[in-house]
């Protein structure tokens, strides 16, 4: 391997740097535009994220039109989460359907009749609910709702008096779902909160209350939070997890291959020693282009079809490319399958472990190790300084041939022409 070798396939990996730079920063524009370009789109068709105010109670006092702030006697919230995803171009939005019903119970108990001013939000003002049923006292609301505005009632009681009022309803949201307890006064009594999930990879908001108590329920989850009287300012929310994009993840598969290409090329340098197999700069370039492929596929595929049959289609061409072309292209002195093995490890297992959220550090550290441990047990007895010296020696310049010594007959011809 003499220097002007090594030069070339330096530069050859450079371009080949260059072109996956460049690819993947095409991939992750076009998922970021398509993001921000047609999100607002999605939200305003499907719903944004919704928080759900506590009912809000104020007690009318003669001469004060605020009113007395009083809190529910009991707040019993279920509440169903189901996931249903929607894609737009790349990405893959988190929607979900949401069934809520509420129980609040308001009791009087001042020592006079009291009249009470319900006032119910609605989560979003924008969006769409159906099923939707407002109970109060055991009578059902009949008149027209705004819902920028929500439903505003007044409730009169006598003294020790209780009455209900239900709300329900079904409509859709986007990333996460929020609760808002204490709404006025910061504190809620005898909360009982139930929501059932359709997924486990559970998560909650930052600054939001964890459940009290959670347990797997058929494919979802029930989380539940109970409290007798709580003062809090934070929300009970959770996020909806988000579905694979093929877009972000196809960026970052592109932009890791410079590592898959450089453990191939040593692969590549390994045999060419081992087996004395003459391989081209040439060759090499051919073989980045053969992994660009793998790339330019997945990057224009995973938008029209599942990513993993993308994964799979550009996989299977990448591989058929490269191991095809080096048996041919050295007659078939080049060990195929072991070049075979060597990028369905490097190039399919390292990008593949890109949709195994959380251990694609692991797996690239595992295989490097591995790969380390076996280049030193089969060069272990390769006696370097002799490959290199005899590749010196065949490209070192011929040394020019020393002055010829006159024989005797051209010293006596010389003497007689004198």
Same mark, same amino acid.
Not at 251 to 279: G, H, Q, S
Not at 293 to 298: P, Y
Not at 350 to 378: H, N, R
């Given at each position: 391997m003499n220097t002007q070798r090594i030069i070339a396939i330096t530069l050859i990996f450079l371009v080949a740097c260059a072109a996956w730079m460049n690819l993947g920063n095409v991939t992750a524009k076009r998922s970021i535009d398509?993001?921000?370009r047609l999100g607002p789109h999605v939200e305003a068709l499907w719903g944004a994220p919704?928080?759900?105010?506590?009912?809000?109670?104020?007690?009318?006092?003669?001469?004060n039109p605020k009113g007395r702030c009083v809190l529910p006697a009991k707040n019993i919230i279920t509440v169903t989460l189901e996931t249903?995803?929607?894609?737009?171009?790349?990405?893959?939005y988190p929607t979900y359907l949401c069934s809520f019903q509420g129980a609040y119970t308001i009791t009087n108990l001042e020592s006079v009749a009291q009249k009470f001013r319900i006032h119910f939000k609605f989560p979003c003002p924008g969006a769409t609910y159906d099923e939707f049923s407002a109970v109060l +006292? &055991?009578?059902? =609301?009949?008149?027209?709702i705004d819902t920028s505005e929500g439903i505003a009632e007044i409730l009169e009681l006598s003294p020790g008096a209780s009455a209900d009022f239900q709300v329900a309803y079904k409509t859709r949201g986007i990333r996460e779902w929020r609760y808002k307890p204490g709404t006025d006064a910061g504190r809620v009594q005898n909360l009982n909160l139930v929501v059932n999930t359709s997924f486990r990879a559970v998560d909650y908001p930052d600054g939001c209350l964890s459940p009290m108590s959670?347990?797997?329920?058929? +494919? &979802?989850?029930? =989380?539940?939070?109970?409290?007798?009287?709580?003062?809090?300012?934070?929300?009970i929310g959770v996020i909806i997890p988000e579905r694979l994009n093929p877009g972000p993840l196809t960026a970052r598969i592109t932009f890791f291959a410079p590592v898959c290409l450089i453990f191939f090329f040593v692969l590549v340098l390994t045999i060419n020693i081992l087996y004395k197999v003459n391989i081209h700069p040439m060759h090499y370039l051919f073989v980045a282009a053969g992994f660009f492929a793998f790339h330019?596929?997945?990057?224009?595929?995973?938008?029209?079809?599942h990513i993993h049959l993308a994964f799979i289609i550009s996989a299977i061409v990448s591989v058929t490319l490269v191991t095809t072309y080096l048996s041919a292209a050295l007659r078939g002195q080049f060990p195929w399958k072991i070049a075979a093995a060597g990028q369905i490890f490097f190039l399919v297992l390292?990008?593949?472990?890109?949709?195994?959220?959380?251990?694609?550090?692991?797996?690239?550290?595992?295989g490097s190790v591995v790969t380390l441990a076996i280049l030193m047990k089969v060069t272990a007895h390769v006696d370097w300084e002799s490959v290199f010296a005899n590749n010196t020696q065949r490209h070192k310049p011929i040394?020019?041939?020393?002055?010829?010594?006159?024989?005797?007959?051209?010293?006596?011809?010389?003497?007689s022409a004198s």
């Amino acid at each position: 391997m003499n220097t002007q070798r090594i030069i070339a396939i330096t530069l050859i990996f450079l371009v080949a740097c260059a072109a996956w730079m460049n690819l993947g920063n095409v991939t992750a524009k076009r998922s970021i535009d398509s993001s921000g370009r047609l999100g607002p789109h999605v939200e305003a068709l499907w719903g944004a994220p919704l928080v759900q105010e506590g009912v809000s109670l104020t007690a009318e006092i003669p001469g004060n039109p605020k009113g007395r702030c009083v809190l529910p006697a009991k707040n019993i919230i279920t509440v169903t989460l189901e996931t249903d995803y929607r894609k737009k171009g790349l990405i893959w939005y988190p929607t979900y359907l949401c069934s809520f019903q509420g129980a609040y119970t308001i009791t009087n108990l001042e020592s006079v009749a009291q009249k009470f001013r319900i006032h119910f939000k609605f989560p979003c003002p924008g969006a769409t609910y159906d099923e939707f049923s407002a109970v109060l +006292d &055991g009578k059902q =609301l009949q008149e027209t709702i705004d819902t920028s505005e929500g439903i505003a009632e007044i409730l009169e009681l006598s003294p020790g008096a209780s009455a209900d009022f239900q709300v329900a309803y079904k409509t859709r949201g986007i990333r996460e779902w929020r609760y808002k307890p204490g709404t006025d006064a910061g504190r809620v009594q005898n909360l009982n909160l139930v929501v059932n999930t359709s997924f486990r990879a559970v998560d909650y908001p930052d600054g939001c209350l964890s459940p009290m108590s959670s347990q797997a329920a058929g +494919d &979802g989850m029930t =989380l539940h939070w109970k409290a007798a009287d709580l003062i809090t300012k934070q929300d009970i929310g959770v996020i909806i997890p988000e579905r694979l994009n093929p877009g972000p993840l196809t960026a970052r598969i592109t932009f890791f291959a410079p590592v898959c290409l450089i453990f191939f090329f040593v692969l590549v340098l390994t045999i060419n020693i081992l087996y004395k197999v003459n391989i081209h700069p040439m060759h090499y370039l051919f073989v980045a282009a053969g992994f660009f492929a793998f790339h330019l596929l997945l990057a224009y595929m995973a938008g029209l079809v599942h990513i993993h049959l993308a994964f799979i289609i550009s996989a299977i061409v990448s591989v058929t490319l490269v191991t095809t072309y080096l048996s041919a292209a050295l007659r078939g002195q080049f060990p195929w399958k072991i070049a075979a093995a060597g990028q369905i490890f490097f190039l399919v297992l390292f990008s593949y472990s890109f949709f195994l959220k959380g251990i694609t550090g692991l797996t690239v550290a595992i295989g490097s190790v591995v790969t380390l441990a076996i280049l030193m047990k089969v060069t272990a007895h390769v006696d370097w300084e002799s490959v290199f010296a005899n590749n010196t020696q065949r490209h070192k310049p011929i040394a020019p041939l020393p002055n010829p010594t006159p024989t005797h007959d051209a010293k006596l011809t010389n003497i007689s022409a004198s």
